[in-house]
């Protein structure tokens, strides 16, 4: 790998490994002052609960909710901050705020607070920009997102109490919000070199599947004729060579 490659691995991963070492603090934080987490918490259609919709997400219940909201989160938000580097913090801050809002329009009435609405922001806006773009990387990356994190389509249905669907639902939908919204902004893969800008190596022949056997074998009995009538005319030049130089 090249040392371009290093620095853009690293620059991939430092936004999102400092998102969530934030909201591991931010839990810390929480555990060891005995913070009530519902002073944050977004409550839906209630003007004390608006401010939520900016802060609800950097609060978890526990540590096993923080948990399960990271691994995804760092994983998406590598992915974004690689292949999609121009659309990846527009687009989480539009999955964090939009879904907060719709959150708190729509969403049942209770104390909403953890980030996975953004996580599934995050997977949805990978997901739709591989059909959108419709370049085989981009679906390839999409579809190892759907293979990773297929569970999580549960989620947005309301199917357990105490779980905040609408912010999964909403999250999903945002992420296909932006997807179309950064449509081309940039591309999944870094820009290949023109195929006119050098000469293009080959493990084989670019003709090898398009010719018969009996077609390559007279090629190569031609080639061995050329080589010897070639090594004749040397040898012939170097007797008149020598002939001179008798004389």
């Known amino acids: 790998m090249k040392p371009n490659i290093y620095k853009e691995l690293f620059n991939a991963f430092k936004?999102?490994?400092?998102?969530?070492?934030?909201l591991w603090l931010i839990q810390l934080w929480v555990e060891m002052f005995g913070i009530n987490v519902r002073e944050y918490a977004l409550v839906p259609r209630r003007v004390y609960g608006?401010?939520?919709?900016?802060?609800?997400?950097?609060?978890?219940?526990?540590?096993?909710h923080i948990f399960n909201n990271s691994f995804p989160l760092f994983v998406t938000g590598s992915m974004m901050y690689y292949f999609y580097r121009k659309s990846a913090l527009p687009s989480i801050i539009i999955i964090h705020l939009m879904t907060g809002l719709a959150v708190w329009l729509f969403g049942h009435h209770g104390y909403h607070i953890g980030a996975s609405g953004v996580a599934y922001g995050m997977v949805s806006f990978i997901f739709f920009s591989g059909l959108f773009r419709?370049?085989?990387?981009?679906?390839?990356?999409?579809?190892?997102?759907i293979i990773l994190y297929s569970g999580m389509i549960v989620g947005i249905f309301p199917d357990?109490?105490?779980?905040?669907?609408?912010?999964?639902?909403?999250?999903?939908?945002m992420g296909?919000?932006?997807?179309?919204?950064?449509?081309?902004?940039?591309?999944?893969?870094?820009?290949?070199?023109?195929?006119?800008?050098?000469?293009?190596?080959?493990f084989f022949p670019r003709d090898v599947f398009e010719k018969t056997k009996s077609e390559r074998a007279e090629e190569r009995r031609l080639q061995q004729l050329m080589a010897q009538q070639a090594r004749m005319e040397e040898y012939m030049r170097r007797q008149q060579k020598k002939d001179i130089d008798i004389n």
Do not use: C, Q
């Open 134 to 145: 419709r370049e085989v990387e981009a679906i390839i990356l999409a579809l190892i997102v």
């Open 160 to 173: 357990e109490p105490g779980i905040s669907w609408e912010s999964h639902l909403f999250g999903a939908l």
């Open 15 to 22: 936004v999102p490994l400092l998102m969530v070492g934030g």
């Open 50 to 64: 608006l401010w939520g919709i900016v802060t609800s997400p950097l609060f978890h219940s526990d540590w096993g």
């Open 176 to 202: 296909l919000l932006t997807a179309i919204l950064f449509l081309g902004v940039d591309k999944p893969f870094r820009e290949k070199k023109k195929y006119n800008e050098g000469v293009p190596e080959y």
